[in-house]
């Protein structure tokens, strides 16, 4: 198998770009060359960006601007990160055009969910109800602290060949109304959707947990990546 190219979008502040070097592990250990994609605004230089690999990968980050899924701010929203949903959105378009495979982690989920015209918790913890679980985990990225179910017929289910599973959790955003096009694949026992995918594409999946912070221990988060770079490689 050739080495597919795997974009993969940063966390963007006044310090510039950064991203966890576990992103490229997971994805160097399944065979594939992970490059880092810088934001722009030239649409046509994004579109190149798309053009150059052979999947995208969603990074985690801060929040995501309400305006886009029709809210204005809610006093627990945090920080977000000014250019880069806009940016990732047409990452998200043209990679969808193209028909290259799409994984959302975390806040990659989030945006990926808003682009296709879903809404989300902007704090879980004051939207979702008393009955939520902590999700915003203190503990390290590699410790698994809570177990979610993964709808059967889904992709998701194809590869990880399991209906429940255990994962990490660092967030205290979520998807709330799944996009009308995207599967709820995965949810909490508290009823917090946790993996949305897409039915009309090859591999578009977005997770809210983070595999990569636990590839190396979990075989459940290599599955993920075997099975996306996989569809990179075939893309």
């Known amino acids: 198998m050739t080495s597919p190219i795997i974009g993969v979008t940063t966390f963007i502040s006044s310090d510039g770009l950064r991203l966890p070097e576990t992103y490229s592990t997971a994805i160097a250990g399944e065979g594939g060359a992970p490059i880092i994609l ?20 969603l990074s985690g980050g801060d929040d995501i601007e309400p305006a886009f899924f ?6 627990k929203m945090g920080a977000i990160e000014p250019g880069r949903d806009l ?14 495979p799409i994984l959302g982690i975390c806040r990659g989920a989030q945006i990926l969910n808003v682009q296709q015209g879903g809404t989300m918790y902007q704090d879980i913890y004051s939207q979702h109800g008393d009955s939520t679980i902590k999700h915003n985990q203190d503990a390290a990225k590699d410790y698994l602290s809570h177990n979610i179910s993964v709808a059967e017929g889904t992709k998701l289910h ?23 096009n995207l599967t709820v694949s ?31 221990k979990d075989e459940s988060s290599k599955k993920i990546f075997r099975a996306f770079i996989k569809a990179a490689a075939e893309s």
Request: charged share 30%; net charge negative; no cysteine.
């Open 38 to 57: 810088a934001k722009v605004e030239n649409e046509a230089l994004i579109k190149r960006q798309i053009e150059s690999i052979d999947g995208l990968l």
């Open 186 to 216: 995965a949810m909490a026992e508290d009823g917090i959707i946790e993996a949305v995918e897409s039915s009309e594409h090859k591999f578009v999946l977005g997770v809210q947990w983070h595999p990569e912070g636990s590839y190396l």
């Open 158 to 180: 194809a590869i990880l060949g399991e209906i429940e599973i255990r994962t990490n959790s660092f967030h205290h955003q979520a998807n709330k109304r799944a996009a009308d």
């Open 87 to 100: 940016y990732e959105m047409k990452l998200i378009e043209y990679a969808l055009e193209a028909g290259k």
């Open 70 to 75: 029709g809210e204005s701010p809610h006093q």
